[in-house]
Nanobody, 125 residues
Framework: QVHLVESGGGLVQAGGSLRLSCAVS????????MGWFRQAPGKEREFVAA?????????YADSMMEGRVTISRDNAKNTVYLQMNSLKPEDTAGYYC?????????????????WGQGTQVTVSS
């Protein structure tokens, strides 16, 4: 089993920044890709970014956040981060990290077997 715990969400004004963290524990041998997704009220969950656990290969949903996010990982701390800058009210959502068994940095939910409980990001105008 793999356990994921997100943190770092909160209320921020438009234009501000947040860094989300996802602490990973358990059977790390099953983790080869980490992803961040988000879900706004009334909308489907959507891909934000992904990173391979070992090689640092990344994939971004560029059209969504227009280069305002950076995903990174600290293997020594078993933690993945999502740095978000120039936040907009439309970025308001629950943000979820996910872990997958294949190093494919996929944007598709079905590639991820484990999910965290999410952390809420609210951006005020």
């Amino acid at each position: 089993q793999v356990h994921l715990v997100e943190s770092g969400g909160g209320l921020v004004q438009a234009g501000g920044s947040l860094r989300l963290s996802c602490a990973v524990s358990g059977r790390l041998a099953r983790v080869h890709t980490m992803g961040w997704f988000r879900q706004a009220p009334g909308k489907e969950r959507e891909f934000v970014a992904a990173i391979s656990w070992s090689g640092g290969v990344t994939n971004y949903a560029d059209s969504m956040m227009e280069g305002r996010v950076t995903i990174s990982r600290d293997n020594a701390k078993n933690t993945v981060y999502l740095q978000m800058n120039s936040l907009k009210p439309e970025d308001t959502a629950g943000y979820y990290c996910a872990a997958g068994p294949r190093a494919v940095v996929s944007p598709f939910e079905q590639e991820y077997d484990y999910w965290g409980q999410g952390t809420q990001v609210t951006v005020s105008s």
